[in-house]
C-alpha cells in the first residue's frame, strides 16, 4: 500500500565509504525527486528525474548521482560520504513536474549518520 | 529566483484559539503556492494548494489558507487549533521546488 518507499530508513556508515539510497514509487507518476533535508529542518531539492531524465540537478557534488532505472526508481548514489552529509534524505514524486501545480508524495525519509 | 520565506520559526498557540502560520512569495508570473507539514520522523503531508481562483483555499485536517497578491503572502490558518497539530509546517512553490524553512507549531492544552 505504500505509495512512496524508501530503504533503508537509518544508515549509519563511515567517513568515504559509499552507500545507496532506493527509492520506489508505486503511484504511477512520472516525476520523482530527492530532497536533502538537514540538523535545521531546512529542505532543499537535489535532483529531480521526469521518465528517467534527468531535469533538476541543483548544486551537489558531484558525488551524489542519482540513477533511475525506470519512472518508479529513483536511487541516490554517494561516493566518497563526508560528515556534512549527514542529514534526512527524501525522496518524493509527482504526476507531472516542475511548473506544474501537481502535488508532491514524499518518501518517510532515510537519516543518514556519516562518522 | 522564485522563492518563499516563513518568517517565524516557531508558533505556539493554545489548544481551541485560531492559529496562523506565514508564508510570503516571491516568483514572477502566476505562483502555485502549497503548504505541507511534517510529523516528527515522518516525510511531508500535502495540505493544500493554490493554484487559481478564488483567494480562499481549503485543504485537509481544516486548514485554509488566503492567498494575497497585494501583499505577496499566502498565510496557512486554522479557526480552532489541535493538540494534534502540532507539527512542523512548510510552505513550498512549484516553480524551482522551494520550500520555506519551516515554521513549527505547538499546540498546547
Known amino acids: 500500500d505504500t505509495a512512496v518507499s524508501q530503504t533503508p530508513k537509518y544508515l549509519v556508515t563511515q567517513m568515504g565509504n559509499d552507500k545507496s539510497i532506493k527509492c520506489e514509487q508505486n503511484l504511477g507518476h512520472d516525476t520523482m525527486y530527492w530532497y536533502k533535508q538537514d540538523s535545521k529542518k531546512f529542505l532543499k531539492i537535489m535532483f529531480s528525474y521526469n521518465n528517467k531524465e534527468l531535469i533538476i540537478n541543483e548544486t551537489v557534488p558531484n558525488r551524489f548521482s542519482p540513477k533511475s532505472p525506470d519512472k518508479a526508481h529513483l536511487n541516490l548514489h554517494i561516493n566518497s560520504l563526508e560528515l556534512g552529509d549527514s542529514a534526512v534524505y527524501f525522496c518524493a514524486s509527482s504526476p507531472v513536474g516542475q511548473g506544474n501545480a501537481d502535488t508532491q508524495y514524499f518518501g518517510p525519509g532515510t537519516r543518514l549518520t556519516v562518522l | 529566483a522564485q522563492s518563499v520565506a516563513q518568517p517565524e520559526d516557531q508558533v505556539n498557540v493554545a489548544e481551541g484559539n485560531p492559529l496562523t502560520v506565514k508564508c510570503t512569495y516571491s516568483?514572477?508570473?502566476?505562483?502555485?503556492l502549497f503548504w505541507y507539514v511534517q510529523y516528527p520522523n515522518r516525510g511531508l503531508q500535502f495540505l493544500l494548494k493554490y493554484i487559481t481562483g478564488d483567494n480562499l483555499v481549503k485543504g485537509s485536517y481544516g486548514f485554509e489558507a488566503e492567498f494575497n497578491k497585494s501583499q505577496t503572502s499566502f498565510h496557512l490558518k486554522k479557526p480552532s487549533a489541535l493538540v494534534s497539530d502540532s507539527a512542523l509546517y512548510f510552505c513550498a512553490v512549484n516553480e524551482g521546488m522551494r520550500f520555506g524553512a519551516g515554521t513549527r507549531l505547538t499546540v498546547k492544552p
Open positions: 516568483v514572477s508570473g502566476n505562483p502555485y
